[in-house]
């Protein structure tokens, strides 16, 4: 005889209602405290190629996890099945994997009031975006950059998106937030061609409005492309470097996980007992600040359910504090600095909440100017030879040459190689701009005194 499911277990729950449910069989289960998270994400795009639609797609996801402690040990266990039979058995998961684990301290966050601010983090008006909306947008783009420049050879890259999420936390001791969010996004790249020599340009950003410049978007992507044309080595040496603002953003969120405090204590950070000292210039600041409006990094509270609030990590050039979730937090006997990262399927972290080195009092161009002199970087190549518990740097470099504050030639096959905690006392100079990307880190132009450079 074949068996019928029962409608009330396999009924696919709502977010809300499954993290309720999830968290009331935790309770029923024996569990001391714990807490829950569920996610759920949409998205849509395509890519364009050549005047045709390449490829859409368009996706979905949600999912529900807990951590949950009995006698001090944690469980974990997430499901992306939203019906009461799967908690309940993500739930006995996470039970039996407390059998397994260690004992942990750490105190689970009380409710508390939630910043008043408008973070401006989700647009209805999104949601009205259609394929057909970025297809024309695609083909806008891809006809401007043709007709900017003859050299313009291909056009691998050509897309546009938009995705939305929604997340909720919950914990035995009556947390209760939740939040959304929304972008869209779009990108060209061009491949500019002369003689046998060819380079990549690409322009993308995003935002919380359809409301991109297309002529704008392809013409500096064409521009990027076009004036690497023709680049070529220079001799090794030690020279100065400025970073355009396009890549300090990479080189300095490269090096994030040594102000995590997990990362102190395991072992795995040279800032180890640096707090209060001296471990950068003077004109160096540094933030982690959830409370910006638009800013793709921003939340009120963290994933964890601890309330956010801007975080002073580097000031004057001195160390501040470290990032704390709860458990580092309760190891070190501090309050946690709303760093607390995780997702239904993950194990907390940490992370920052729009990394943020304040501007400076140059212009690029008296960046360039400062030294007889340097090397412009506008593009960096992989990460591998980078070391975040070391902070060593060895990456690949594309730029531009300078002397006496003129553009000489543009270079390309190089390696620039340095120490992370070393470059932060050889900065010299800061840049009063941001680039103009969609991004949670934002770094000015930044000159370095010397690095190593092999060509």
């Known amino acids: 005889m074949i068996q019928k499911a029962n409608p009330q277990t396999t009924e696919s729950l709502s977010p809300a209602d499954a993290i309720d449910f999830m968290c009331a069989e935790a309770k029923r289960l024996g569990a001391d405290g714990y807490d829950a998270v569920a996610g759920e994400s ?22 529900i996890g807990i951590r949950l402690f009995k006698d001090k040990r944690p469980g974990f266990a997430f499901t992306e099945k939203m019906s009461r039979e799967a908690i309940t058995q993500t739930v006995k998961d996470a039970v039996s994997h407390t059998l397994l684990t260690d004992t942990v301290e750490m105190e689970l966050p009380f409710p508390a009031d939630l910043p008043r601010i408008d973070l401006q983090s989700y647009n209805p008006a999104l949601e009205e975006v259609t394929l057909d909306q970025m297809k024309a947008l695609g083909l806008e783009l891809e006809a401007v950059a043709r007709e900017a420049d003859k050299r313009i050879d291909n056009i691998p890259y050509l897309g546009a998106s938009r995705s939305s999420g929604m997340s909720m936390v919950r914990n035995s001791n009556g947390v209760a937030y939740s939040s959304r969010s929304n972008v869209v996004s779009a990108g060209i790249g061009v491949v500019a061609k002369q003689g046998e020599n060819k380079k990549m340009g690409v322009y993308s950003n995003g935002g919380r409005s359809f409301s991109f410049d297309p002529k704008f978007m392809s013409n500096k992507a064409v521009e990027r492309a076009v004036e690497l044309l023709g680049a070529e080595s220079i001799p090794s040496g030690s020279y100065p470097v400025v970073f355009s603002n396009r890549v300090s953003t990479s080189i300095m969120s490269m090096f994030g996980s040594p102000f995590f405090a997990e990362a102190v204590q395991k072992g795995q950070s040279r800032l180890a007992g640096k707090v209060g000292q001296q471990i950068a210039v003077p004109f160096l600041n540094v933030t982690s600040n959830p409370h910006i409006p638009g800013a793709p990094g921003s939340h009120l509270f963290d994933g964890e359910g601890v309330v956010t609030g801007p975080l002073e990590v580097i000031k004057a050039g001195v160390l501040q504090t470290y990032l704390y979730n709860l458990e580092s937090a309760k190891k070190a006997g501090v309050k946690p600095t709303g760093s607390g990262s995780r997702g239904y399927s993950g194990k907390a972290g940490t992370g920052f909440s729009n990394y943020i080195v304040e501007k400076g009092d140059k212009n690029l161009d008296e960046l360039l100017a400062a030294y007889p002199q340097c090397l412009y970087v506008t593009k960096l190549e992989g990460g591998s030879g980078c070391s975040a518990i070391s902070g060593e740097i060895s990456i690949g470099a594309q730029g531009f040459w300078y002397e006496q504050g003129k553009r000489i030639k543009p270079v390309d096959k190089i390696t620039l190689s340095s120490n992370y905690f070393e470059l932060l006392l050889a900065i010299r100079g800061l840049s009063r701009e941001y680039s103009d990307s969609f991004s949670s880190v934002k770094v000015p132009d930044m000159l ?5 450079v092999a060509g």
């Open 448 to 452: 370095v005194e010397s690095m190593h």
């Open 42 to 63: 949409e998205s849509m795009g395509l890519e364009l190629f050549e005047g045709k639609v390449k490829s859409t797609e368009i996706s979905n996801s949600r999912g």
